[in-house]
């Protein structure tokens, strides 16, 4: 009997808490739309907490409904958009940052594998990096703030180093399992 109580009161709260769907309306409304899954304020980019419509238009006219409350529909929906385009922007800033650090630790990785691959010291990327940057203050001089990032301390490249030589041991070993047969060649 208890166990009954308790179920129906669970099922009770579950549809209580069911997440409401955020409506494209909004947007043009209370200047509100989604980003990650959770309701964003296109004015101010504060979160708020539901996507309930409530939360959405007390959020609008605690804080922004004077400025707004002229607009008609056309120039909110425009306004909207607006503000839709510029965190779209913002956005990107960040999307070209990544890209830029994920470009400059892919170059040291290649550039940590020729060295290992040619037996080469690991003093050998201080010069290389010399080189590197020297060559891009004449050809691309734009871009040579990005040559100077890249990453080749020591420390850096015996990382990319092991991290490469796990991952070929993986690579190897999830091959040998379909294997029949297989013969080692060492060099002595």
């Known amino acids: 009997m208890k166990n009954a109580k308790m179920s129906a009161h669970a099922k009770k709260r579950k549809s209580g808490c069911r997440k409401q769907n955020f409506q494209t309306n909004?947007?043009?409304?209370?200047?509100?739309?989604?980003?990650k899954g959770k309701p964003v304020c296109l004015v101010s980019g504060?979160?708020?907490?539901?996507?309930?419509?409530?939360?959405?238009?007390?959020?609008?006219?605690?804080k922004h409904a004077e400025k707004y409350k002229n607009l008609t529909d056309a120039e909110?929906?425009?306004?909207?958009?607006?503000?839709?385009?510029?965190?779209?922007?913002?956005?990107?800033?960040?999307?070209?940052?990544h890209a830029a650090r994920d470009a400059a630790t892919r170059t040291?990785?290649?550039?940590?594998?020729?060295i290992a691959q040619d037996s080469k010291p690991f003093?050998?990327?201080e010069f290389?990096?010399?080189?590197?940057?020297e060559s891009a203050a004449l050809l691309c001089p734009e871009k040579k703030e990005a040559f100077e990032n890249i990453p080749l301390s020591r420390r850096t490249l015996t990382r990319?180093?092991?991290?490469?030589?796990?991952?070929?041991?993986?690579?190897?070993?999830?091959?040998m399992g379909s294997f029949d047969f297989f013969s080692l060649a060492l060099d002595t």
Do not use: P, W
């Open 76 to 97: 909110q929906a425009r306004t909207s958009t607006d503000l839709i385009a510029k965190l779209e922007k913002q956005q990107g800033c960040f999307t070209k940052l």
């Open 46 to 62: 504060e979160h708020v907490a539901v996507f309930k419509e409530y939360n959405l238009k007390r959020h609008y006219e605690t």
């Open 160 to 175: 990319r180093v092991e991290d490469i030589a796990e991952n070929l041991e993986f690579q190897l070993q999830s091959e």
């Open 26 to 35: 909004m947007d043009y409304f209370f200047f509100f739309t989604e980003v």
């Open 128 to 133: 290389v990096k010399e080189c590197m940057v």
């Open 108 to 114: 040291s990785f290649v550039i940590a594998h020729k």
């Open 123 to 125: 003093s050998e990327e």
